[in-house]
């Protein structure tokens, strides 16, 4: 079942008060803008009206775990049908560019909601995100159907939800740039290597000081 809303303040609220009212496993709200949407570590979500792809989908599982939003992570690749890169652990990227962001909250034991931004037809973004974000509009050149992507999102997305956890970790090492190899800096303190995922779903990264685990924090790319 899809909810559609012109204007919002956040899909994820939206989502999780009908979660409360028992909306089953795979219930998605879309809005066209979002007037206060937000992304990990309380980031805004640049929410552009109607140019953006702006969802929320009850999840009910067992419990989060971070391999959850990785997952959802490969589910938005699959479903852009571009080429494109995941940023451990919930950025979509092409050349380098953020295109999509996802975020999992728990609304109640055994529920989850995922809220998913994606920025479909931006023609252009304010200058402070110019370097940092992308749309599918201005990386192909003409403008997407976002019915169809809508689609194609709730279903990759809940199919994705389901598989176990070593699957999800061999997908993502597989469709990550960012996991193995790749020169980083966290949080604009940490340098280091990542080296691969831990059993968990967790950032390895070969420092100076050794192997430091990754539980959350903002990835980029750093040159020494």
């Not at 909306?23 to 979002?34: F, I, K």
């Not at 949080?187 to 539980?215: A, H, M, N, P």
Request: hydrophobic share 40%.
């Amino acid at each position: 079942m899809i909810h559609r809303l012109e204007s919002t303040a956040s899909t994820m609220i939206d989502a999780a008060n009908l979660a409360k009212q028992g909306a089953p496993h795979g219930t998605a709200v879309v809005a066209e803008r979002q007037t206060a949407g937000i992304g990990r570590h309380g980031h805004s979500w640049h929410s552009e009206q109607a140019n953006g792809l702006y969802l929320s989908i009850v999840l009910r599982l067992p419990a989060a775990a971070p391999t959850l939003t990785m997952a959802l992570g490969l589910a938005v690749q699959q479903a852009l049908e571009v080429h494109s890169d995941l940023r451990w652990p919930n950025d979509v990227m092409i050349n380098d560019r953020k295109v999509a962001g996802i975020m999992v909250q728990s609304a109640e034991p055994g529920v989850l909601i995922a809220g998913i931004g994606i920025n479909v037809n931006h023609a252009q973004f304010p200058p402070e995100l110019q370097s940092i974000a992308t749309s599918l509009r201005i990386e192909t050149g003409y403008v997407h159907d976002k019915e169809a992507l809508l689609q194609r999102v709730l279903t990759e997305s809940v199919r994705y939800a389901n598989l176990d956890k070593p699957e999800i970790l061999k997908r993502f090492e597989a469709n990550s740039t960012y996991v193995r190899g790749k020169q980083v800096i966290v949080d604009e303190k940490l340098r280091g290597v990542t080296v691969g995922l831990d059993k968990e779903g967790f950032l390895q990264l070969q420092t100076e000081g050794g192997i430091e685990t990754i539980l959350t924090g903002g990835l980029r790319p750093f040159q020494a």
